[in-house]
């Protein structure tokens, strides 16, 4: 059974900073988690969901031009876990966050996603 766990999430002001997690387990990630692309997405209310930062399997980075140069996407394969370091926060940052997992498509076809952790900035 595959599971991703986002956590981190909570309540900042603005320009503060939070780390995201995500912990991938079961038997899918167990030998194939470094060679899974990690992506973070966001959701704010009434909006559609977005993609915020993806980590491919060499650690090559990809942003949303909306958080470069404040957001920072990271793995750690030891541990089966992607990080999203958020730096100088802003409100139009609110949101529920989602973690996805792509496995190379000769092991599955299928996409994973997390529950989504919610963050919050206030002004």
């Known amino acids: 059974q595959v599971q991703l766990v986002e956590s981190g999430g909570g309540l900042v002001q603005a320009g503060g900073s939070l780390r995201l997690s995500c912990a991938c387990s079961?038997?899918?990630?167990?030998?194939?988690?470094?060679?899974?692309?990690m992506r973070w997405y966001r959701q704010a209310p009434g909006k559609q969901r977005e993609l915020v930062a993806a980590?491919?399997?060499?650690?090559?980075?990809d942003y949303a031009d909306s958080v470069k140069g404040r957001f920072t996407i990271s793995r750690d394969n030891a541990k089966n876990t992607v990080y999203l370091q958020m730096n100088s926060l802003k409100p139009e940052n609110t949101a529920v966050y989602y973690c996805?997992?792509?496995?190379?498509?000769?092991?599955?076809?299928?996409?994973?996603w997390g529950q989504g952790t919610q963050v919050t900035v206030s002004s």
């Open positions: 980590i491919g399997s060499g650690g090559s980075t």
């Open positions: 079961g038997s899918t990630f167990r030998s194939i988690f470094s060679i899974t692309v």
């Open positions: 996805n997992a792509v496995p190379p498509r000769l092991v599955t076809t299928s996409d994973y």
